[in-house]
Every structure is written in C-alpha cells, then in structure tokens.
C-alpha cells in the first residue's frame, strides 16, 4: 500500500477552535485555471481626495467634516448595520421563526491620513498606534456590549469600498454565531484538558515547528493545521492574554514589529497589496466580563483569498458552500512559502 | 417605544436548520456603494469551441474524446478533488491535530451541447433530461458512497471556470460539515417534535405565505426566514421524499417546470444570466441508506450573490467571516421582489 503524504493524497482536518473540517486536496494545484481572473490592482488611488469621506478634512454622509488628523482617527460609521437604539422584535410565535433583538455600534478607523498607505508600508511607531486604538475601543465599547469584533477588509477584491487605509468595529449586544463556535470549544477543551486549547496549539506548534511563519519574542504567525484559505495564518500571543487591553507595552511595540513583518510577506508572495479579511477575537465583555473567560486566547485571523497569483483566487463556492470547505496547497506548503519570503517590501528593495 | 418593523430595525434571526445566526440589517440598503463593480457579463460565448473541453468531439485534459452528445453528458472530473484511492493518514497523534481518510469521486455533468445555452433557456424537457441524470448519479454513487453532492456554479463570479452550461457530483466516504449540520438538526428536531423539520417548515411557510417565491403542484419554492444571501431560495417538494431518487416521473417534470420559472425570474431580476450556486441536500446514502432517514426532507439550496445590479454583489467578508453573517434587505422583501418578476425570460419577450 502507499504510504500517506499530505502533500499527495487528499484528506480531511479538524478545526477545534471552530468545531469544522476542511478538505485538503493538494494535487488540485495542478489543474488549469480558465476562471475569473480578478481586475489588476495598478490603478493608483490620490493620496488626499477631498471628496473621500475617510480623508483628512473631508465631508462625510452625515454633514459632518473630519478633523485634519496626522494619525489615526475613529468615528461612527455613517451608514451602521447596528444601532444602539433598535426596538425588540417579541416572543417568536413559532421554533422555526426564531428572531432576537440586535444592538450595537459601529465604528470607523482609519489608519493613516493618506489613501495610498497601507499597514505594511506604515512605520512600526506608526502601527503601534493603531494596536493602541484597537485596545482602547475595546475596553470602551467593551464596557457595555458583550463583543467587539474588529476586522479589517484589504482591497477590492474583499469587498472592501473604500481604499482608505481603515478596519472597522462592530460591538454587538449578542455574541455573534463564530464567537459562539470559539467560546464553547475554548470552554470545552479547558474543562476537558486543564488547560486552554489556544495555549496548548501553540506549545505544540512550536515543537513541530513545521507551520510556523513568524516568531518573535512576545508572538507568534502560524498557518494552522486546519487553516482554510490558501495562505490563511493565525497571530498569536505567546503569553496567555484574553483580549487586547490587557496586552503591556512591550507586547504592543511587538506586535506592530511582527504585523509589518507578516503583511510584508503577503504582499511580496505575489507583488501585490495582497487583500484578505482579517480581525481579532477575544474573550467576551459587557456585563459578564469579570466572569471566568480563562479558556480564552486572544488571536487574530488572516483570510486571504489569493491562491496562484495577483489575479487568481480561490472561490470558496459550490461544494465549499454546501458541503465543506476546500483547500488546494496543504497548510504546510503555504508556511513554507510564506516563511521564504523575504521581510522587506517589493516595492522598496532593489529592482 | 418604536413599534419593531423588520424592514427597519436591525434583528437576528435563527436559522434551525444549519443552526446559525443571522444579522438582518435591511435600513443598510440605503448607503452608497463604491466598492468593486463586477466585470460585465456581455462577452459572447461561442456555441461550439472544439478547445472548451467540455464540447462535445473535444479532446479532455487526460486525452479522451467527448462523444458528439446532443443531450446531458456526464464524465469524470480530469482534476478531481477526490479520488478512490488516497492513503490512510494514520492515527492522529494529537487530539488538536486530527486528520482522517476522505476518499471519493468526482463527476462533471453537461447540461446542454451548446456552450451558449443555460437551464432558464432550455426547455422543460431538456431540464427533465437533467433531473434524471441527478437522479441515477446519487443512486449509482449513493451505493458507495455516504454522500453525493452534485452542485452548480453559474457564472464567473461564482468561481466557475467553464461557461459551458454544467454542474459538478462529488461523492465521498465522508459526511461532509454542512450535511452533518443539516442531520444533526433535522434528527433532533424530528425527536423532539415527531416530524421532519422541513416539513413543518413549508407547511408553516404556506399559511404565512410572506416568503413564498413560487408553488406548483409538487414543489416550492421560498426565501428562507434565514435567508443570508440578498435572493436565496430553499426549493422542495411537498411530499415527504428523501432522496432525489424517490421522485416520481410527474414529480421530476414539474421540478423541471418550476425550475425553469425559478431560474427565469432570477436572470429577469437584474436583466443579466443570474449567478449563483446551488444543490442537493437528501438523506445520506452509501452503507447505511436503509438505517432510518424519516428526518430529512430533501431540498435544494440557491445562494445567488447578486445585491444591487447585475454588477453590485454582496460580500460576504469582515464581519461575515469573523463574526457572523449579515444581510442587507429582509427575506420577505426579497421574496416579494421575486414574486412580481416575469415568468417569460426578458431575453425573449417584446423590448
Ligand atoms: O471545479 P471548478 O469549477 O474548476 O472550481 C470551482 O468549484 C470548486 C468546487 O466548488 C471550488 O473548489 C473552486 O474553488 C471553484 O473555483
Ligand atoms: O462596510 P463596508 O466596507 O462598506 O462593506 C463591507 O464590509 C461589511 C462588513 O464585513 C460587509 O457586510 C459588506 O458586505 C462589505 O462589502
């Protein structure tokens, strides 16, 4: 019989952190693409359009004029999916009509005055105050709502609209669907095992070494074993830290140092600003935040959709969306690309 | 206090089925979209491309001949993603890093021998033609294998990299994420309340009425409660029926029938060939077919991307991926807007 070689014959893994399992069929690279090839990146944005409702000195939707911020600036999003104020929608009359109130905010947060900047070209000061808002718009909105998801969509492609160097915040007054996942696997694995499950991931990473992108002293890049996008990593504390605020600031000016560090690396794999969805999670806030979130391990995911090159992707349709997700590199292949990589930007080093 | 108004005020909603959460954020539709417009549909496709290997007389990757088919054609996938015969992984060695066998088969089903054509041009028979096919193939790979999957990516956006008017069958040894989701779901519901869930559902469904898109004798079609994407559907038979197989030859020529009002009503919506993806979900097969399957209700799922305009889509990233899935109109203003669309294709009626 042949022996098994991740790389050769196709399997199936286990996400514990999200309860899913992922197809890994890796001889799939060899197909021919004839698909969509996406739009190339090259059109160059102003750096300062007055007309831009995320510039410096612009107007926004609401009549609202922005201040000439030189750093980072955060506002309410003008045109929110959750308002502080919605009424409940009542008792469900029936257990396949299931609706509950929703409340919450959401925020804007541009990273930098100029549209053309994006977070790997920043300076790591300049990072390092980003990480500092993130914590504390955490703990404000963390105050009163339950969790605080900051995410940042990067390009076009990932549909984000606005080419602004910016994420965004959404505190919501439930703890929504994916949260739910991570939360009953961290509790289940820290009853099961005494420990929580992201601690001990990361121990054994760091002994098999082999899905390893990045250390440094405080954190860590790792493609996970069960990692679904083509380059997906996870970013990781070394230290056990539940959510952002609590991170020292030796921690902060690390993490800013190994976030240039990583997105440096994506942009170099196909010399482009390489798009992704990306966000923090961390334990639960709001009211119950004194309660024991223990099992919890602050992290953030990258998702990057780019598979071949600038302009091939991988679509997560069809079997993907009805069956189970697929992947067609295995994870140990993209850490190993991605860790080749060298840490200074294409568009910087000599031609 | 503000009365609820679910086309105002932002909720969650339960799907029961898949168990998830919904955010329903319908006052969204209001704000401005510049994000990434999608490249226009309007490249004419050949009728015949003796280079497109999935015209009939064209010479496949692996150096077969098509037939010179003039209805449905039905082959293996040159660059299957299962295969029969992948090695065991072996035991995991660590409960975080669990991998296990997956083998199985892939097939491509051709439509139609015109690369121009689509299902909502063909012609009621030639859809019934279809239906069978998707019949047999669940019954012949249904022997084998837990679970067959035949799915359909319309269009480009949608990650299809053939125009050539087909679907996809994957078979595999095992119970995929989704289809395990929809077991778990539909066996407690059927413990707890002696009925299949789908079944109440509809029956639920055809008093409201709010949801409903189209009926016929045998079959419905609604925008689920839980609807994520901006037009999905939920297609299914009013009698129990499991299995795809199961259908009677009055049922499958209504399926046809219905269909092709379905799929018509969609290109009609934005005047364009609609994309989306689509498929089957019926009680598993393979070695347990006979063990009790009284749970499941067999249905079809269409999750169409489409937003705005035949260019403006929905993006499902950032919050979407990290948090929880959010929709920007309500199912039953979708719905509607299904409703009153034509049921005679624009391409073909008076300008
Ligand atoms: O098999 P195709 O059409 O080449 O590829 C498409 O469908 C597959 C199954 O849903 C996906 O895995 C691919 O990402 C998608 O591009
Ligand atoms: O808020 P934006 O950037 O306009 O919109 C983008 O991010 C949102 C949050 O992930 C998504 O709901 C939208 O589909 C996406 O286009």
């Not at 197809?23 to 060899?30: G, I, N, P, T």
């Not at 919890?296 to 995911?301: F, G, N, S, T, V």
């Amino acid at each position: 019989t042949t022996t098994f070689l991740a790389r050769e014959h196709q399997h199936i893994r286990y996400n514990p952190l999200q309860d899913e399992w992922v197809l890994v069929s890796a001889h799939r690279m060899k197909r021919p693409w004839q698909g969509q090839v996406e739009p190339s990146l090259l059109k160059t944005v102003p750096r300062h359009d007055p007309h831009n409702p995320l510039c410096p000195g612009a107007t926004r939707a609401n009549g609202e004029v922005n201040p000439h911020y030189d750093g980072t600036f955060l506002f309410d999003n003008d045109f929110p999916a959750l308002q502080p104020d919605a009424p409940n929608p009542g008792p469900s009359d029936h257990p396949l009509f299931q609706a509950e109130a929703a409340r919450g905010v959401c925020k804007v947060l541009c990273f930098h005055p100029w549209s053309d900047m994006t977070l790997p070209l920043m300076s790591v000061p300049e990072i390092r105050a980003v990480v500092d808002v993130w914590a504390t718009v955490t703990e404000e909105l963390g105050a009163q709502y339950p969790w605080v998801q900051i995410f940042e969509n990067k390009g076009a492609m990932m549909g984000c609209s606005n080419p602004h160097p910016h994420c965004q915040v959404w505190a919501s007054s439930f703890l929504p669907d994916i949260a739910q996942r991570e939360e009953r696997s961290q509790r289940a694995y820290q009853n099961q095992h005494g420990e929580p499950l992201l601690m001990k991931y990361v121990h054994q990473e760091l002994l098999r070494k082999e899905r390893l992108v990045l250390t440094s002293e405080h954190w860590l890049v790792l493609v996970p074993f069960w990692a679904v996008w083509p380059f997906q990593t996870l970013l990781l504390p070394r230290r056990h830290v539940r959510r952002l605020p609590e991170l020292t600031p030796a921690e902060r000016d690390d993490l800013a140092f190994i976030m240039k560090k990583l997105l440096t690396k994506y942009d170099n794999l196909f010399e482009t600003s390489f798009p992704y969805t990306m966000g923090w999670h961390g334990a639960p806030t709001g009211s119950e935040a004194e309660a024991s979130w223990d099992h919890w391990q602050l992290h953030a995911h990258y998702y990057p959709p780019l598979l071949r090159s600038a302009t091939v992707r991988k679509f997560m349709v069809g079997y993907e969306m009805l069956a189970q997700a697929q992947r067609d590199l295995t994870p140990e292949q993209a850490a190993e690309r991605l860790r080749a990589l060298p840490e200074v930007h294409y568009s910087l080093g000599p031609k």
